[in-house]
């Protein structure tokens, strides 16, 4: 079993939806997670991250992170062609090695 | 603005040439990462570096090495290049010295493929 688990999509929705992401995991020393876009032929760049449950907001995402389920999820509001990417959830321990889900493939339709 | 650099975005190689990945980061980072990444797999750790002159395995170091001598430099070499390594390979590195998140800056990749 992975350590991360996340559906690679893809996810085709319209501009304008609201996009559910989603990532679980089995490793219960994780205290900081994460979400990665990348962009084709790039690599990938943060978007945001929360340390332990909770949620975060930044403009149109919203990170939350459930501990007691080892469920973490990335919404994304009024969704926009320009989010077109692949969504690459990571988490962390305390040491320097990032774990990362396989990511999701995320297109929005004009 | 600052950047993670590769130095060779597309690579074609034979079975058992040697292959040096190269990076360089102008952010004064500490740390320094090599990933590859396959579909269905995401992203792996091969090496990655501390300091310079330091290198801890990751988990597939496996027909790779690194070589880190100068801090904004950091090498991955495929000693004898076989077709199981292509992949797009990934640099990264990150500031953290203690306690926090890692955040992790990613260069372009290189993609790398090994007939």
């Known amino acids: 079993q992975k350590e991360v688990e996340q559906d690679p999509g893809p996810l085709s929705v319209p501009e304008g939806a609201i996009v559910s992401l989603n990532c679980t995991y089995s490793n219960s020393a994780f205290q900081y997670f994460m979400w990665y876009r990348q962009y084709s032929r790039k690599g990938p760049e943060l978007l945001m991250y929360t340390y332990s449950s909770g949620n975060k907001e930044d403009g149109r995402f919203t990170a939350q992170v459930d501990k007691s389920s080892k469920y973490i999820s990335l919404f994304i509001r009024d969704s926009q062609p320009s989010d077109s990417a692949t969504y690459l959830c990571a988490m962390q321990g305390g040491g320097f090695k990032t774990i990362f889900g396989a990511g999701t493939r995320l297109f929005v339709k004009a | 603005d600052v950047k993670v650099t590769q130095s060779s975005r597309y690579l074609v190689k034979r079975t058992g040439e040697k292959v040096f990945l190269e990076c360089v980061q102008d952010?004064?980072?500490?740390?320094m990462f090599w990933y590859r990444q396959d579909p269905g797999l995401g992203l792996r750790l091969i090496y990655f570096s501390y300091d310079v002159k330091m290198k801890e395995k990751g988990d597939i170091p496996e027909g790779y090495s690194v070589s880190r001598e100068k801090k904004e430099r950091f090498s991955l070499i495929l000693e004898s290049a076989s077709t199981n390594q292509t992949s797009m390979y990934l640099c990264?590195?990150?500031?953290?010295?203690?306690?926090?998140?890692?955040?992790?800056?990613f260069g372009a990749g290189s993609r790398l493929t090994v007939l």
């Open positions: 990264a590195s990150s500031l953290r010295t203690g306690f926090g998140a890692n955040v992790l800056t």
């Open positions: 952010m004064d980072h500490e740390n």
